[in-house]
């Protein structure tokens, strides 16, 4: 392998992740959003090692249009689960580099997401695939793909108030 | 009718705890009643464990549960679906772990007893230790009644059960509605998504005919989809959106009537242009206008949620099944459905039905984890004040017989969950 962590490209790739990783712990949606390419899809797959998307059935399968109401959904007020929402702390880590030029950075990342909310803590793990398309500069870094491979996507999750 | 204070409702029968119009909230709280419910009702009724297609050769099964027993349905060599006890009789070991798949026989990983599909014993290693203690015709899995209705297949532990269609009755007319979902071609189960909430089993129960939450909880469901569908939805002020109970514990909510019966087309019924791309696609491959026609209209689904009685919705477009876990936890599956038919023509339609129940069901639908944290304020809040009823009353003042007898009110009115209390009433009352 020749990628590394410490490849600046790679660098800016993780500094996106954990970019994320603190918006969403932050529910900011709104900015959350972009970081998203137009043309991105962000999944969370039932079956965890699913590659097409489209015929079979998944927990999240958004594009841009799907996120964009998603972002509404969570911000506007009326939808009792996001309101209410656990508070959550997630860590993106054991990154592994597997496609690097100058164009775009293919990642894959272990998160933790420990999810607080009246008395309990809820535990979800996840492998997650990213894929980062390199901007002019780092804050023009975009996700192109990101695909969330819960260790449990087969069986019964809680119903969630946010995003992973 | 006895009634129920904060001095007697915790010494109270169960049964006496349903009185007609309301509900004691320690229904959802007791553990002993938790206990009778699995004994009283999900080992005595018909319980819904799996569709069809979710076995479609010999060899398939499903593993599942019926109450608190695991088992393994499973189809055998000869086409009949079978409901094993997922338990080897040596030990006890669970034989299955996985939820579906196609095997030849289940063999202990313990001890490897291995048997058939149709749960007879049929190896045992090192048998000579056996010779002149048992018999091995006498040490098949334990098997369940299973019967079918439409595609439906469901078991019981109860041998004594009425005929699984006798259990229906009514019901059968809406199970054959519902599946003309499949325009034309058999429905199949594309998917599911599985969670947990943490609330009993009953708020859930009560959910699958609670028309009168929908533009409560779902409000951000409705701004999110297109203004026809969320116009197809505004049953609330439709005198014609009716919920009828129809025996044994189920009910049939209708929110959408023109819906209920999808092979009943007049033709009059324009289909939204939010479909014209689906449409393009059909024509390209082949199919004629009145396919086209039928496959489109049933996209959404039937207008109608079918509620059976203890454990499976037909929910518009999917099944919506539970499994109670404990007295405050409840596993949920939603079971999406679509066609099964050639790959040119079901494909796109399956598209776009999967896009739709990935919008609204799931962990992280637009709707589901509404629901979910309705039923957990549900259950964190009847713990207090015993001697409050939950209300089942809504519509009790028109509620009026159909034209075919069954008990009607409007589609937001609470005759569905009065019929369901009823029903479980009765199966508490009979020892």
Known sequence: MTETLTDPRVVRAIELAWREAALLDAKEYETWQGLYAEDARYVIPIERDAEDFDDVLNMVNDDARMRGLRVRRMTEGYAIAAVDSAITVRTVSRFIPTDVDDRSVTLKAAQIIVAYKRGRHDLWAADVDYVVRLGASAGEDRFARKVVRLVNADEAVPAAGFLL | ?431
């Open chain 2, 1 to 431: 009718m006895t009634e129920f204070t904060a001095a007697t409702v915790y010494d109270l029968p169960p049964a006496d705890l349903v009185l007609g119009d309301r509900v004691a909230g320690r229904m959802y709280t007791d553990p002993a009643i938790f206990d009778q419910e699995m004994t009283k009702i999900f080992e005595r009724a018909w319980i819904w464990v799996a569709h069809e297609s979710e076995l479609p050769k010999a060899g398939s099964f499903k593993s599942t549960h019926v109450g608190r027993h695991p088992v393994i349905v499973t189809k055998d060599r000869k086409g009949e679906i079978r409901t094993l006890v997922n338990r080897c009789r040596h030990r006890g070991a669970s034989l299955c772990e996985k939820k579906t798949g196609h095997a030849n026989g289940f063999t202990c990983p313990y001890h490897a007893w291995s048997y058939g599909l149709d749960g007879k014993l049929r190896g045992i290693p090192y048998p000579d230790g056996y010779e002149g203690v048992m018999d091995k015709a006498d040490l098949g899995l334990k098997t369940l009644r299973t019967e079918s209705y439409g595609g439906m297949i469901f078991a019981t532990l109860n041998a004594e059960a009425e005929p699984l269609a006798d259990f229906l009755g009514d019901v059968k007319l809406w199970i054959d509605r519902f599946m003309a979902q499949g325009g034309g071609y058999p429905v199949k189960v594309l998917g599911t998504h599985r969670f947990t909430y943490r609330g009993n089993w009953k708020i859930q129960l009560e959910n699958t005919t609670d028309g009168y939450h929908f533009p409560i909880v779902h409000r951000s469901w409705m701004a999110s989809v297109d203004a026809e569908t969320a116009e197809m939805m505004s049953f609330m002020t439709d005198p014609t959106a009716v919920t009828h109970d129809l025996g044994n514990g189920h009910s049939v909510m209708q929110m959408v009537p023109e819906h209920s019966d999808l092979d009943a087309d007049d033709g009059s019924e324009p289909l939204q242009p939010r479909f014209d791309g689906l449409v393009a696609r059909l024509e390209a491959a082949g199919a004629d206008e009145a396919e086209i026609r039928r496959l489109v209209r049933a996209v959404h689904g039937t207008g109608f949620n079918l509620n059976l009685f203890p454990n499976v919705s037909m929910s518009i477009s999917f099944f919506r099944v539970l499994r109670p876990i404990s007295v405050d936890e409840t596993v949920i599956e939603h079971v999406a459905l679509g066609s099964d038919g050639p790959a040119e023509i079901v494909g796109p339609v399956n598209r776009e039905r999967l896009r739709a129940h990935e919008h609204f069901q799931g962990p992280f639908g637009f709707g589901t984890p509404d629901d979910s944290e309705g039923w957990d304020r549900v259950q964190r809040g009847a713990q207090g004040a015993p001697e409050l009823p939950i209300m089942v009353n809504r519509g009790l003042g028109r509620e009026k017989p159909s034209a075919e007898g069954w008990p009607t009110s409007h589609v937001t009115d609470e005759t569905g969950m009065r019929a369901a209390y009823a029903q479980w009433k009765r199966m508490m009352s009979d020892d």
